[in-house]
T-cell receptor
Framework: EPEVTQTPSHQVTQMGQEVILRCVPISNHLYFYWYRQILGQKVEFLVSFYNNEISEKSEIFDDQFSVERPDGSNFTLKIRSTKLEDSAMYFC???????????FGNGTRLTVT | DQQVKQNSPSLSVQEGRISILNCDYTNSMFDYFLWYKKYPAEGPTFLISISSIKDKNEDGRFTVFLNKSAKHLSLHIVPSQPGDSAVYFCAATTISNFGNEKLTFGTGTRLTIIP
């Protein structure tokens, strides 16, 4: 069964550094998402992306965050200047249409020191 | 602002018995509800969903019940198996307006099936 893949599985970075999290959604999917889960808390929506533009974003997704689909397969989340509170598990997800269930990747654990 | 609440952080059930996981929501605009299952070091996996036009949806051993007046849904697993041990997340969205994009998740219930 096709799956969403995320790299790296664990990223450690220093506060203030830029980080890029990478995702390869399922190939025929059209909608792409980033969610995150801070340790011990709930999974939170960050942003959705369709037709090469952001379709919706949460209040968490401020100017420090950006997303890009640089080619036909990758979908990236960039954090420009990381803060300690950005430490979390970041999940990429995709679906074929807006009403079908999301398929999640295994996540990237980001640790900001 | 906990719009979706799972008040039981953990639940232990004997193998073969019924597991019942509960979820409450406060936002009356939610009209589509999903359950996801999550194993350690993996992403959430979709399990079952229900639209607000129904009060029950069944898929094999999994049944979801929706009580709109009480703003409550539950997931029943019968019979429970050791492989069901995982964290279960309830999620909700307003699908009529936005589609499935912005899911609001609960905090999860860790289910342990005792052999």
């Amino acid at each position: 069964e096709p799956e969403v893949t995320q790299t790296p599985s664990h990223q450690v970075t220093q506060m203030g550094q830029e980080v890029i999290l990478r995702c390869v959604p399922i190939s025929n999917h059209l909608y792409f998402y980033w969610y995150r889960q801070i340790l011990g808390q709930k999974v939170e929506f960050l942003v959705s992306f369709y037709n090469n533009e952001i379709s919706e974003k949460s209040e968490i997704f401020d100017d420090q965050f950006s997303v890009e689909r640089p080619d036909g397969s990758n979908f990236t989340l960039k954090i420009r200047s990381t803060k300690l509170e950005d430490s979390a598990m970041y999940f990429c997800a995709s679906n074929l249409d807006r009403r079908s269930p999301l398929h999640f990747g295994n996540g990237t654990r980001l640790t900001v020191t | 602002d906990q719009q979706v609440k799972q008040n039981s952080p953990s639940l232990s059930v004997q193998e073969g018995r019924i597991s019942i996981l509960n979820c409450d929501y406060t936002n009356s605009m939610f009209d589509y509800f999903l359950w996801y299952k999550k194993y350690p070091a993996e992403g959430p996996t979709f399990l079952i969903s229900i639209s607000s036009i129904k009060d029950k949806n069944e898929d094999g051993r999994f049944t979801v019940f929706l009580n709109k007046s009480a703003k409550h849904l539950s997931l029943h697993i019968v019979p429970s198996q050791p492989g069901d041990s995982a964290v279960y997340f309830c999620a909700a969205t307003t699908i009529s307006n936005f589609g499935n994009e912005k899911l609001t998740f609960g905090t999860g219930t860790r289910l342990t099936i005792i052999p």
